[in-house]
Structures are given as structure tokens and as C-alpha cells.
């Protein structure tokens, strides 16, 4: 059983686990930046691409369950310690790459640091009050502004360090970023294992296994594992696919593509303990509302980004009207809002957890956090694909507006479900002949008092 009170070591769990998770998370999604020099090094087709950062989204995303049902049994300390150094060696592995194949077995086990999300939700978790997880799982999530670290010292790193070689034959250019988050990993590592309590907090230490995979079987957990596809699976797959979509469609340098995409990764990832602490005080649901609105209404505006009407005149002739086109700063601005929209549901689909499951954060954060990223993996491969089939580059958004209609939906459909079954009385409260009996009855009340 969880303390509900603050323990002492509360604030150094957060902290540190909350500075891994950054690191990890800008080594997880570093091919954002770096896949396109090595496309143009290796000669890889824009689907090839795609697929180098969908295999490390996905080896990110299915050990997220066990890993975080692990985390309850273990604790999160042993956990992290061991996350960052198994990442580190097929990070450095990256910098001596010469083939297409290699790069996509490497790329797949550096994956392996999107699962210390599930970890570090689990950890902080079975460390912080009950009346304050929503705020400082918002906190650790803001992690997730490592997508961002990557965009900004990449490009300048890369341009900067061409054709040099350093210490034990370490080459410059793209090939130093890898080399200098291996040797950040370890570092981390370390200490964690120096500032974290040794002795950890284990929920689920004598948990049985089936105990803990339990509520998997509920619907509700999958329904939040949706919403996390569009919240966090999407995020992922546009972090790594829009500075080539800046690159390609504006014309823009690499460097200004990265910073642009940093505008949509910040306020996504930022603005995650807003969503935390709006979710502790107003509700989640109340923030997945707000959500998912914004979001239907930047991804619908992002996928029709350039249009006009055309009226067939009774004389065979026809005229255009009210045509617009989204330029790169209109356009940037929305993808910010976006990202807003993003950064709040990411934090308002985890406050769900530990209210509905306070005693299996673990396994239920773990498979929610898997799904979300599943739908990371997809979505980058799905988006260069429609690409192809449609000749439209706005294709991205389409295929995002779909999915954020489906989990609106579904999460509508479930609320109007639940007043329905809890308060059946009301049912028919909105239909004609009651709203006119429940005026007459106001009436009469109104006329007998007078």
C-alpha cells in the first residue's frame, strides 16, 4: 500500500528521473534531425527514412508494459540505471553505420529508451501524493522536450564539425551526436544511481502477476490507450516528421526546419504539468474536451492548407473564389496550437491512471504508454504512404484529423453513456413533450404561489 503522504526522496525521484527521461527521449526520436544527412549519405528513399524512425519508435513502445509492471516490482531506480546503459551502446554503435541494414537494426535497439516513460510514470507515481500525481507526472512527462534538444544543437553540431575527426577516431558531422548522447547516458547513469534513494518504493513487489495484468481487461484502459495514440502517438511521429515536411514544402534550411518543429515540441511538451495541474483541479475529462477540439480544428485547417471555390455557372462557364493559401508562418503558428492542444491531453489521459487504478499504475500505465507508442511507430510510415497514394503532403493532418475524430467520439459517446446509465430519469429530459410538461408544472408552481 502507497503512503498517501510526501516522502522524503519524492523531489529527487521527479527530478532525476524526469532529467533521464529528456535525455532518453532526445536519443529516441534523434533521427528526426540526423536521418536526413544520413539520407542523403546512404542514397534512402523518403518510405526508407521513415522507416529507420517508426523501428525505434516501435522497440520505444512494446516493452513499455513490462517495463513498467517491472518498475512495480523492482523499483524504478534499478530500472532507470539499467534503461540508460543498455541505450548507450547501440547509441555510439550508431556513429560507425555504412549501411542501410545496420543503421535499421541499430535504430530499432536505440529504441529502447522510449520505454523509460512507463518507468518513470510508475516510479514517480508510487513516490508522490495522490492529490499531486497529476502535476508531477505532468512534470516527468514534460520529458518529453528532448524531441527538441536534438533539433536545436544537431544542425549547427553537424555543420560545424564536418570532416573533422576527434579522439579515438570519433568522426564529426552527424556522426558526433550519437557519440555525445552515449557518453550523456552513461553519465546519467551514474548519477542516478548516487542521487536517488536506495531505498526504492515497490507497490507491486509481492503483487502476482495476474493480479497486475487484471484490469488489462477492462475496455476503459484501451479507450485511454487511444487517446494516447492521438495525444503522444502523434506528437512522436510529427516531431520526426516535420522538418522534412518544412524542408519540402517551404523550401526552408534544415536549421530553420528544426527551430520551426521546436515551436510545435515545446509548447507539446511544456505545457504537460499545465495539463496536469488544469486535470488535478478541473478534471481530466474537462481537459480532454478542450483537447481534442483543438485539436479537430488545427488538424482540419493543416489538412486543406491551400483551397478555393469553384461555382459552375448555367452557362457552362466557370469562376474561383475565396482562394487562400497557408504560408509558413500562419502555418507554423497553427502546428503551435496544436502542439498547445497536445501538451495538455498528454497529461490529461495519465491523470485518468491513477485515479481509476491507483494500485496497477504500472501495468495499466505500461500498456496505455505501449499503445501511444504503436501509434508512433504507424504513423510516420502511414503519412509518408499517403503521401505517395495521394500526391498530397497535407495528407499528414488528414490522417491525424481521422484519428482525433474517432477518440472524440468514443469519448463523447462514453460520457453521454454514463449519465444516461447513472441518472436514467433524465433520459427523455430532452425531448419535446417533457421540456413542455416541465414549463406547465414551472407555471402552475408559479401561479399557486401567487
Keep these: 500500500m502507497v503512503s498517501s503522504s510526501p516522502a522524503r526522496g519524492s523531489t529527487r525521484v521527479l527530478a532525476m528521473s524526469s532529467t533521464a527521461f529528456t535525455v532518453m527521449f532526445a536519443v529516441w526520436l534523434m533521427f528526426g534531425?540526423?536521418?536526413?544527412?544520413?539520407?542523403?549519405?546512404?542514397g534512402l528513399t523518403d518510405p526508407e527514412l521513415a522507416w529507420i524512425t517508426a523501428v525505434a519508435v516501435l522497440n520505444g513502445s512494446i516493452w513499455r508494459l513490462p517495463a513498467g509492471m517491472l518498475t512495480d516490482r523492482i523499483g524504478g531506480r534499478k530500472v532507470t540505471?539499467?534503461?540508460?546503459?543498455?541505450?548507450?551502446?547501440?547509441?555510439?554503435?550508431?556513429?560507425?553505420?555504412?549501411?542501410?541494414?545496420?543503421?535499421?537494426?541499430?535504430a530499432f535497439l536505440v529504441g529502447l529508451a522510449g520505454n523509460l516513460f512507463s518507468?518513470?510514470?510508475?516510479?514517480?507515481?508510487?513516490?508522490?501524493?495522490?492529490?499531486?500525481?497529476?502535476?508531477?507526472?505532468?512534470?516527468?512527462?514534460?520529458?518529453?522536450?528532448?524531441?527538441?534538444?536534438?533539433?536545436f544543437i544537431g544542425p549547427p553540431l553537424i555543420a560545424g564539425t564536418a570532416g573533422a575527426t576527434y579522439a579515438f577516431g570519433v568522426e564529426g558531422g552527424w556522426r558526433l551526436v550519437p557519440v555525445l548522447y552515449a557518453v550523456l547516458l552513461v553519465?546519467?547513469?551514474?548519477?542516478?544511481?548516487?542521487?536517488?534513494?536506495?531505498?526504492?518504493?515497490?507497490?507491486?513487489?509481492?503483487?502476482?502477476?495476474?493480479?497486475?495484468?487484471?484490469?488489462?481487461?477492462?475496455?476503459?484502459?484501451?479507450?485511454?490507450?487511444?487517446?494516447?495514440?492521438?495525444?503522444?502517438?502523434?506528437?512522436?511521429?510529427?516531431?520526426?516528421?516535420?522538418?522534412?515536411?518544412?524542408?519540402?514544402?517551404?523550401?526552408?534550411?534544415?536549421?530553420?526546419?528544426?527551430?520551426?518543429?521546436?515551436?510545435?515540441?515545446f509548447p507539446a511538451s511544456l505545457l504537460r504539468p499545465v495539463g496536469g495541474w488544469f486535470s488535478d483541479r478541473f478534471g481530466a475529462r474537462r481537459a480532454m474536451y478542450w483537447t481534442f477540439t483543438a485539436m479537430v480544428i488545427t488538424s482540419?485547417?493543416?489538412?486543406?492548407?491551400?483551397?478555393?471555390?469553384?461555382?459552375?455557372?448555367?452557362?457552362?462557364?466557370?469562376?474561383?473564389?475565396?482562394?487562400?493559401?497557408?504560408?509558413?508562418?500562419?502555418?507554423?503558428?497553427?502546428?503551435?496550437?496544436?502542439?498547445?492542444?497536445?501538451?495538455?491531453?498528454?497529461?490529461?489521459?495519465?491523470?485518468?491512471?491513477?485515479?481509476?487504478?491507483?494500485?496497477?499504475?504500472?501495468?495499466?500505465?505500461?500498456?496505455v504508454g505501449m499503445l501511444g507508442g504503436l501509434g508512433g511507430f504507424f504513423l510516420p510510415p502511414l503519412f509518408a504512404y499517403t503521401k505517395q497514394w495521394s500526391g498530397f503532403p497535407s495528407s499528414t493532418f488528414f490522417v491525424l484529423f481521422l484519428l482525433t475524430l474517432v477518440c472524440f467520439a468514443w469519448m463523447h459517446w462514453t460520457v453521454v453513456h454514463m449519465l444516461h446509465k447513472g441518472s436514467p430519469e433524465l433520459t427523455d429530459h430532452f425531448e419535446q413533450p417533457a421540456l413542455a410538461a416541465r414549463e406547465d408544472a414551472v407555471t402552475d408552481t408559479v401561479e399557486v404561489r401567487a
Design 81 to 106: 540505471i539499467a534503461l540508460l546503459l543498455l541505450t548507450a551502446i547501440p547509441t555510439f554503435l550508431v556513429a560507425r553505420v555504412h549501411s542501410y541494414g545496420t543503421l535499421l537494426v541499430l
Design 300 to 367: 482540419g485547417i493543416l489538412m486543406m492548407p491551400n483551397g478555393h471555390i469553384v461555382i459552375n455557372h448555367a452557362d457552362g462557364s466557370q469562376t474561383e473564389h475565396l482562394a487562400y493559401q497557408l504560408g509558413i508562418v500562419p502555418f507554423a503558428v497553427i502546428v503551435f496550437l496544436l502542439g498547445c492542444a497536445m501538451g495538455v491531453g498528454k497529461a490529461a489521459v495519465y491523470k485518468h491512471i491513477p485515479e481509476y487504478f491507483p494500485h496497477n499504475v504500472g501495468a495499466v500505465g505500461g500498456l
Design 119 to 151: 518507468v518513470g510514470v510508475a516510479w514517480n507515481a508510487a513516490w508522490t501524493d495522490r492529490s499531486r500525481q497529476g502535476f508531477a507526472l505532468g512534470v516527468f512527462g514534460a520529458g518529453n522536450v528532448g524531441a527538441s534538444v536534438t533539433k
Design 187 to 265: 553519465a546519467l547513469a551514474i548519477a542516478a544511481f548516487l542521487v536517488t534513494p536506495r531505498h526504492d518504493r515497490m507497490p507491486g513487489a509481492s503483487k502476482p502477476v495476474r493480479e497486475m495484468l487484471a484490469p488489462l481487461r477492462q475496455v476503459r484502459v484501451w479507450r485511454f490507450g487511444l487517446y494516447y495514440v492521438a495525444v503522444f502517438g502523434a506528437y512522436v511521429a510529427l516531431s520526426a516528421w516535420l522538418p522534412k515536411y518544412y524542408v519540402d514544402n517551404f523550401g526552408v534550411s534544415l536549421t530553420t526546419a528544426a527551430l520551426l518543429t521546436a515551436t510545435f515540441i
Design 33 to 42: 534531425i540526423l536521418g536526413i544527412p544520413i539520407q542523403k549519405e546512404l
